[in-house]
């Protein structure tokens, strides 16, 4: 759906995006997004649209992002999250092999 975006709105998310370029050098889509949402209350757009436009106007600068502050990938910190999940997600992939896939698709034209 075509979300229409009012000025006050999208010169907030430039004005947003260019600060925190020069304040951390990298975009916290998440964060940044909540902040200009909560400022212009008025327009009732969801977080998940700030994010888009967020998003876009990033990747128009070329700037580096994360999504959140509290982004911690729990495969590669475990000690943070418990256990090691990626052994899980090795285990699910081997169990759907290829043998599940019907013969006609393996075959390749020599």
Do not use: T
């Amino acid at each position: 759906m075509f979300q229409r975006f009012s000025q006050k709105l999208r010169d907030d998310a430039h004005c947003k995006v260019h600060e925190a370029m020069r304040a951390n050098g990298i975009i916290d889509i998440v964060g940044l997004s909540e902040q200009i949402r909560l400022k212009n209350l008025d327009d009732n757009i969801a977080r998940e649209d700030v994010e888009s436009l967020v998003m876009q106007i990033a990747q128009l600068y070329g700037a580096p992002i994360e999504f959140d502050d509290q982004a911690l990938a729990a495969l590669d910190l475990p000690d943070l999250f418990g256990r090691d999940n990626r052994n899980d997600l090795e285990k699910a992939l081997r169990e759907r092999s290829v043998s599940d896939a019907p013969d006609d698709l393996l075959q390749l034209d020599g």
